[in-house]
């Protein structure tokens, strides 16, 4: 019989690059079985995401979307985790029919009851399937979905209140009261792809090659690095679309010298104001982060459980890739259960330097 790969929810809401694919081999992440194979040149196998094997060099693997690909070009299946197995992890294959159930009734709020129903199984599998799952409750995710579908309406439309209520809501008074939670503005000015924002950038030299801090007039809102300036500047561009970006470096020199300094190993206390755009768990998480001592590092497990979220690994690792505003929130900080210092969005290579910055310090 022919293998038709499960693919499951978090792999239908990603664009697999090859860095996100990395990134869930190197996190051992079993929601993305399914959606592709990854192989090692140097041993011949290949297996799922989640196998618990050693993990090879990055220049060893390729990537595979299905287990005939690899076995077509002579790689072999791995007897461990057995990736050619139809068998799908079950509360994936639940919290995924739910999901698209849930995506099928944009304008129905399922409470915890009648999704148990709907699932033929008792409440707390629900929830606790959704949690380990996602990270999420399922009435966290059909908030996200709300969310997800005003944004879209925004977009598509010159009116704010017709948007809001399409999505789902009741009324306007709770989207503007949590609006700079959710959506970083005001639905106004998402609606306008954030037209109306300033955004202030600099791009200046470091230790670790060309470093970008972006900021609004509340804070902070964007600091990366990498080697290419142009690159850097498309980034933070095509995260606000519509709003002015201009270059000020004088008006930003205070924030960046302190982030240089911290890079020199000269200032190990980086407290700078922060304007990020975050759901309630990602700000939970980066919250966390920035609390880890300068100096040590916590495993993702640790960050779960220090949030009171034990279960929730895997989204404490997607909360981490996803933070803007490197160094400020150190997200470098975490490191994987083997003691491997694990992904990072601006490379590992960059990552293992700023653990030896900070582990070989006195302060």
């Known amino acids: 019989m022919r293998y038709v ?199 200046v030299p470091s230790p670790l090659g060309r470093l970008l801090v972006a900021a609004t007039e509340r804070g902070v809102c964007h600091v990366a690095l990498g080697d290419d300036p142009a690159r850097l500047e498309r980034g933070l561009r095509a995260e606000f679309p519509g709003a002015t970006i201009v270059g000020e470096e004088a008006q930003l020199g205070a924030w960046v010298r302190a982030v240089v300094r911290y890079l020199e190993g000269r200032e190990p206390h980086l407290e700078l104001p922060l304007d990020v755009r975050a759901t309630a768990f990602q700000r939970q998480v980066w919250n966390a982060l920035r609390k880890i001592p300068y100096g040590e590092t916590r495993t993702y497990s640790e960050v779960a459980s220090a949030i009171g979220r034990p279960r929730a690994v895997r989204a404490v690792a997607r909360a981490c890739a996803m933070n803007p505003t490197a160094l400020v929130v150190p997200c470098h900080r975490v490191v994987s259960k083997d003691g491997s210092p694990g992904g990072y969005r601006w490379g590992q290579e960059r990552k293992r330097k700023l653990l030896e910055l900070e582990s070989g310090s006195s302060h």
């Open 5 to 203: 790969p499960r693919v499951t929810s978090a792999a239908l809401h990603s664009s697999l690059s090859r860095d996100r694919r990395w990134r869930a081999v190197l996190d051992r992440d079993r929601r993305y079985d399914g959606a592709f194979v990854y192989a090692v040149r140097s041993t011949g196998i290949y297996c799922r995401p989640s196998c618990p094997s050693r993990r090879p060099r990055r220049t060893q693997v390729r990537f595979f979307s299905i287990p005939e690909a690899a076995e077509a070009v002579g790689f072999r299946a791995c007897r461990r985790c057995k990736p050619a197995s139809r068998t799908p992890d079950p509360q994936v294959e639940l919290v995924r029919d739910l999901c698209r159930a849930l995506a099928a009734q944009p304008d129905r709020r399922l409470e915890l009851g009648a999704l148990a129903r709907l699932a033929g199984r008792g409440p707390q599998q629900v929830a606790r399937a959704f949690r380990r799952v996602l990270g999420v409750s399922p009435r966290q995710y059909q908030e996200a979905l709300r969310v997800r579908r005003l944004k879209t309406e925004l977009k598509g439309r010159r009116h704010v209140s017709p948007a809001i209520y399409e999505a789902g809501y009741s009324s306007s008074s709770r989207v503007y009261e949590r609006a700079h939670a959710e959506l970083g503005m005001t639905p106004a000015a998402y609606a306008r792809g954030g037209t109306g924002m300033r955004i202030a950038h600099a791009i």
